[in-house]
T-cell receptor
């Protein structure tokens, strides 16, 4: 699986935008970029995903670099509830073997939101 | 929809005991997985299933068994619990859509083995 690199931690103030970066220089042409987050004492939850174009949903926006070697998750107005570990994950099309669809979770970025 | 449910939420076992962690989903997802998460670490895949009657090993399968008799249920069995199996266990399900699919996770089972 192609690897991703994220900062260990980031901090933000409430109601300010947050830009969470992710580097994935070995991404293949068919890899989707997924973001999940894990709130304290909860299971991971899906945030957003994209392939080539920028994506928006009710939770966040995903900005993908033109060469696809990096991406940025954007939380437009951070709230205290957004404090979590954010994981950037690459998902390929392979459906067999160990890459069947498992999500390879790295360390992620711990986001702290200050009131 | 209840999504992915897991029982129990907490469990304490003694070394050598066996138990089954239950997982169910009501979204008719073909794929289901079990992960474990140790403190300060990411999730590691234990076992997975791509459909009823089909299971396979993930990264850390030793000490665990699974079966998939129905689409909805995917229980994880600890054969003889060891302290190294103290962890939080997450079950997940998804509908295969190539690389664009979304995994749904349960709330987790916190297991302590003494």
């Amino acid at each position: 699986d192609a690897k991703t690199t994220q900062p260990n931690s980031m901090e933000s103030n409430e109601e300010e935008p947050v830009h969470l970066p992710c580097n994935h220089s070995t991404i293949s042409g068919t890899d989707y970029i997924h973001w999940y987050r894990q709130l304290p004492s909860q299971g991971p939850e899906y945030v957003i995903h994209g392939l080539t174009s920028n994506v928006n949903n009710r939770m966040a926006s995903l900005a993908i670099a033109e060469d696809r070697k990096s991406s940025t998750l954007i939380l437009h107005r951070a709230t205290l509830r957004d404090a979590a570990v954010y994981y950037c994950i690459l998902r390929g099309l392979s459906a067999g073997g160990t890459s069947y669809g498992k999500l390879t979770f790295g360390q992620g970025t711990i986001l702290t939101v200050h009131p | 929809n209840a999504g992915v449910t897991q029982t129990p939420k907490f469990q304490v076992l003694k070394t050598g005991q066996s138990m089954t962690l239950q997982c169910a989903q009501d979204m008719n997802h073909e794929y289901m997985s079990w992960y474990r998460q140790d403190p300060g670490m990411g999730l590691r895949l234990i076992h997975y299933s791509v459909g009823a009657g089909i299971t396979d090993q993930g990264e850390v399968p030793n000490g665990y068994n699974v079966s998939r008799s129905t689409t909805e249920d995917f229980p994880l069995r600890l054969l003889s619990a060891a302290p190294s199996q103290t962890s939080v266990y997450f079950c997940a399900s998804r509908k295969p859509q190539g690389g664009a699919d979304t995994q749904y996770f349960g709330p987790g089972t916190r297991l302590t083995v003494l």
